[in-house]
């Protein structure tokens, strides 16, 4: 049970009076109720009220539910001295003046002066004869959001929009409190919502409010009702406040067990280590080798920067024969024995992407997908786009691989990541990794999705009110890796954990 079916509950009980026992020597309510309309008739006498059309009489078909026999079934028009709404012209708003209320700032369940528009004291003066607003009124809205009923509890002048209703009663004889809580039970809202009519802007006619079917307890009842409601509603604010943070624990939880997923995985924690698996060491060698053949066929260009990160080893570092970055201080947490630290340009071929000229169409068209930020929503295994290329802007832009890792390096989506299944290209927002044979792009995706790092990303990006990453310090950014063999395994499990969040 939520907060509110709660709250729902209680008033429910209130208003079939069984939420405090009656008393015998209470005044009947019918008592009560002659004594409102007798009241009713002395003013319309004395020219004090208007005599309203007559309601009508309820049927027993209407009567949703057994009460006391103290109490009476009533419409709602018939214990009210005054019912009315404000202003159905918008008046002209001064700068300072006297306060002019509409729905908006009644709706939270009470009134609140801090946004509300003014009008001047001769607009106030000529509406406040027919809507005079006063301390003890309640004010209910009825267009827009509606059935919403607030207490008027402040001396404060104040003016009225159409979109509220004003209900004036007998303080004397009618407890206003228990009226502001009977309003608001199961009762008067379902016939609040059967009753609102019209499309956008809806609408609870005064007619209609005036027939609503309420119920009349003795007046000393109102008083015990009121209270037994005071003492339980702190218990419902507290319950709510105990169900919103399960509701957001809840809400947490699937997201935290994935980034506490992704951080074992990456961490070597998430499977056991096989001793058999060929080191990761021996991997990065195996890739050094062939950029080094292919730099010298002219294939691709040497990149000075290139490095690999090694873990200290009794206070040195292992040397291979390739530049080493000492990261000690860098360096997050512990790897296996059999992975090692690298650079993200070690593994990969990295690009930022472009966008052929919107000026020139022929680069446009259905033959290839032009990836942007927003295409990376899906994740993994990304297929499509919304925008394509003709293969003409195609071959002017930078060619992506299926399982290239896509990081957008630019604006407020900074590290949003996909995996893309099919040849493409980008535009200049995304950085792209074209990882390496021996690198398994799914293992990557996920390191690149980890919090270590996207934190990295956020944590190189320039500190600017657009924070952008260049390929330069994207290139730079160092990640674990495991023996390829065990990167399968990490993925498989990853997999198979995320399937049941």
């Not at 009947?28 to 002659?34: F, H, N, R």
């Not at 950029?291 to 990149?303: A, D, H, Q, R, V």
């Not at 993994?380 to 290239?404: A, D, Q, V, Y």
């Amino acid at each position: 049970m939520t907060a509110s079916q709660l709250k729902n509950a209680i008033l429910q009980y209130a208003v079939q009076g069984k939420l405090v026992p009656q008393n015998p020597n209470d005044e009947p309510a019918s008592v009560l109720l002659e004594k409102i309309k007798k009241e009713r008739k002395a003013l319309i006498k004395a020219g004090k009220i208007k005599k309203e059309k007559p309601l009508l009489p309820i049927t027993d078909e209407e009567i949703p539910f057994e009460i006391p026999k103290s109490w009476e079934w009533v419409r709602l028009g018939e214990i009210l001295l005054k019912l009315t709404d404000g202003s159905h012209v918008t008046p002209k708003y001064v700068n300072l003046g006297v306060p002019f209320l509409s729905v908006k700032d009644i709706s939270n369940g009470y009134i609140c002066f801090d946004n509300v528009k003014y009008v001047s004291n001769k607009e106030h003066n000529e509406m406040y004869k027919r809507c005079n607003p006063e301390k003890g009124d309640i004010l209910l809205t009825k267009v827009g959001t509606t059935g919403i009923p607030v207490l008027v509890d402040t001396d404060r002048i104040f003016s009225l929009f159409v979109s509220v209703a004003l209900l004036k009663f007998n303080l004397n004889l009618v407890f206003n409190k228990w009226h502001v809580f009977l309003l608001q039970s199961p009762l008067v809202k379902d016939q609040c919502k059967q009753e609102t009519k019209g499309v956008g802007n809806k609408n609870w006619v005064i007619r209609d409010i005036a027939n609503t079917i309420i119920l009349l307890p003795p007046l000393a009842e109102q008083k015990r009702i009121v209270e037994r409601i005071d003492e339980l509603l702190p218990l419902v604010n507290e319950y709510n406040k105990a169900e919103q943070t399960l509701t957001t624990l809840d809400n947490d939880f699937p997201e935290k067990l994935k980034k506490s997923v992704l951080q074992a995985a990456i961490q070597g924690k998430l499977i056991p280590q096989d001793s058999n698996d060929e080191p990761a060491i021996v991997l990065l060698e195996r890739i050094h080798a062939e950029k080094k053949k292919l730099i010298k066929e002219g294939k691709i260009k040497p990149n000075k920067e290139e490095s690999i990160i090694f873990r200290r080893y009794n206070s040195h570092y292992e040397k291979r024969g390739m530049t080493e970055r000492c990261i000690d201080d860098e360096i997050p947490f512990e790897i296996p024995e059999s992975w090692a630290w690298c650079t993200v340009d070690t593994i990969g071929e990295i690009i930022t992407g472009s966008t052929p000229s919107t000026a020139i169409s022929d680069y446009y068209g259905n033959d290839y997908p032009f990836f942007k930020p927003t295409d990376l929503d899906v994740g993994k295994n990304i297929l499509s786009s919304r925008e394509m290329l003709s293969t003409k802007g195609f071959n002017i832009s930078r060619k992506l691989k299926p399982n290239s890792i896509l990081v957008t390096c630019i604006g407020a989506t900074i590290g949003k990541t996909g995996l893309i299944n099919i040849t493409g290209t980008c535009n200049q927002q995304i950085n792209a990794i074209i990882p390496h044979t021996s690198i398994l792009a799914d293992y990557l995706y996920y390191c690149c999705i980890s919090d270590f790092f996207q934190k990295n990303i956020k944590l190189n990006a320039s500190s600017t009110t657009l924070p952008i990453l260049n390929k330069n310090k994207f290139s730079r950014l160092y990640l674990p890796l495991p023996p390829f063999e065990e990167q399968k395994r990490i993925v498989d499990k990853i997999e198979n954990l995320l399937l049941d969040i």
